[in-house]
């Protein structure tokens, strides 16, 4: 097994990377994380560097998962304080937000659901990661899927369908 596949597996398992979240605000934390490991496997072969790095990965997940998990209970205080280690964590893993961008993403994310914010933070962070997992996202998601097909083109109701009839038994099934 690979590094990064232990490594992923390890993120999985670890509960406080998803404890305060629903499954859906999860979801893309994860996705975002699995991608993020196979990236850093990428640039850092050394696994002392990679350790490293996924050791910050992970700390960054803890505090996302705290920051927008706990943030109905916390007192502002101790929400500014789970923003800054959010804010610390981007910086270790060398993916840091421009302060402009921290400041917006402040001032708006109350207004936000937990899955928003957790999908607004990645894109943040990580805008190349964030692509892939909002596309695993809305592709799992039965809700995103089209609801309006619209009408059957002449293709989809032509007769001159193939003969659907069962080798075996010589009926076909669609004949009424």
């Given at each position: 097994m690979s590094r990064a596949e232990t490594a992923t597996i390890q993120l999985y398992e670890n509960t406080r990377v998803r404890d305060e979240l629903t499954d859906?605000?999860?979801?893309p934390?994860?996705?975002?994380?699995?991608?993020?490991?196979?990236?850093?496997?990428?640039?850092?072969?050394?696994?002392?560097?990679f350790d490293a790095q996924y050791t910050h990965l992970r700390k960054l997940m803890i505090q996302i998962n705290r920051f927008v998990g706990k943030r109905a209970a916390d007192s502002p205080e101790e929400h500014a304080e789970r923003w800054q280690r959010v804010m610390e964590h981007t910086d270790?893993?060398?993916q840091p937000i421009a302060q402009d961008a921290r400041d917006s993403f402040w001032a708006?994310?109350?207004?936000?659901?937990?899955?928003?914010?957790?999908?607004?933070?990645?894109?943040l962070i990580d805008a190349e990661a964030a692509a892939?997992?909002?596309?695993?996202?809305t592709l799992?998601?039965?809700?995103?899927?089209?609801?309006?097909?619209?009408?059957?083109?002449?293709?989809?109701?032509?007769?001159?369908l193939p003969d659907q009839t069962d080798p075996d038994t010589g009926e076909n099934p669609d004949a009424s």
């Open positions: 859906t605000a999860a979801e934390l994860l996705l975002w994380g699995e991608a993020l490991v196979v990236r850093l496997d990428a640039q850092f072969p050394d696994d002392e560097a270790a893993l060398g708006r994310h109350e207004s936000l659901s937990d899955l928003e914010t957790i999908t607004t933070l990645i894109a892939a997992a909002q596309a695993e996202v799992s998601d039965p809700a995103a899927a089209p609801t309006d097909l619209g009408e059957p083109t002449s293709a989809e109701t032509s007769t001159d």
